[in-house]
């Protein structure tokens, strides 16, 4: 495998995913030759947390560490530990630096759940049958196994707190299939919250400014960490959303009254049909605020015509690019301009 651009792949996870209808991995559920107590789950070299793993139950005993080191003989025990808990993949190899550095980050944000998941580490080029069956197209690739089924997450590199979130969703999926579990973990804790990755400095700065009702510190926060990093969609999103709030908290209900009124009085005053769009989406009513800015959008023309555009690009940073509703205004929108 060449070594890939690092592109992340669109996630699009949702509480509700149904895995049916996935790929069956039931190819590589080999039976595993009987062998000495504590074999490691690749039948030779021991996991990295140098713990025994044998079967499902040592993927379970070997949780302190809640990483091993998967291969083809060993696949079978990783697709029963999949119906106890969500298995993170990540398909990789040893000449890969990129695929080193992935891993570790994932070990760290992975024990940090306390046994809720298990992450497999595989040599994707010592173990080829398992890449083939993920369709792995790249290395790094990181996949993820539920109940036996699989869910694809990303390839390439990707922002820790970018993953850590991907995380978080992956169980929400994993509970609406039946999967919730925990390897090892004490009884006790449970109930317990992972506890989530920090912040990186400027999104934490930005985050206790709008904490603190600050949005104006927030909006420094988030353009400093773009200056730094033009690619972090997060900052990008978080920006978004602080402007949002910066143009409606002071609004109270009276004035929001008097404004929507405004609006339906003139529906050529971009500024009074944008303000009503804001107060929409911040209300929940996201619908109702990207229709009402298409309906400018296909009206109007000139710079007006512009700046409702932009006005609900931003929109769609806020309200979450994977959002449905996001989707079908896209497409309204290009029909509007085109």
Known sequence: MSQPASVPVNPAFAAGVNLRGAVDLSALKKPRPAGPAGASPGGGGAPANGQPADGADGAAGAAAGYAVDV??????????????VPVVVSLGAAWSGQSSSLNVMLERLVS???????????????????????????????????????????????????VGR???????????????????????????????????????????AIEAGDYDAAETAYRRALADQPADADAKIGLAQVHLMQRTTAIDTQQADALRHTAAQNTDDVDAQLTVADLDVIGGHVEDGFGRILAFIS?????????ARIRLLELFDVVGVTDPRVSKARQALARALF
């Not at 390897?183 to 999104?203: K, N």
């Open 71 to 84: 291969t083809e003989q060993s696949f079978q025990e990783l697709v029963q530990v999949s119906s106890q």
């Open 166 to 208: 991907l995380l978080d969703e992956l169980l929400k999926v994993a509970a609406a299939n039946g999967v919730n579990g925990n390897l090892g973990a004490d009884p006790a804790d449970a109930d317990a919250e992972p506890t989530p990755p920090p912040l990186p400095p400027l999104h934490q700065e930005a985050f206790d």
């Open 299 to 307: 009206a109007h023309f000139g710079p007006e015509r512009e700046t």
């Open 112 to 162: 940090g759940y306390a046994g809720r998941l298990l992450l497999a580490r595989v040599d994707a080029e010592a173990s080829p049958q398992i890449a083939q069956a993920f369709a792995a197209q790249a290395i790094p690739t990181v996949v993820a196994l539920i109940n036996g089924q699989p869910v694809p997450l990303f390839e390439g590199e990707m922002p820790e707190e970018q």
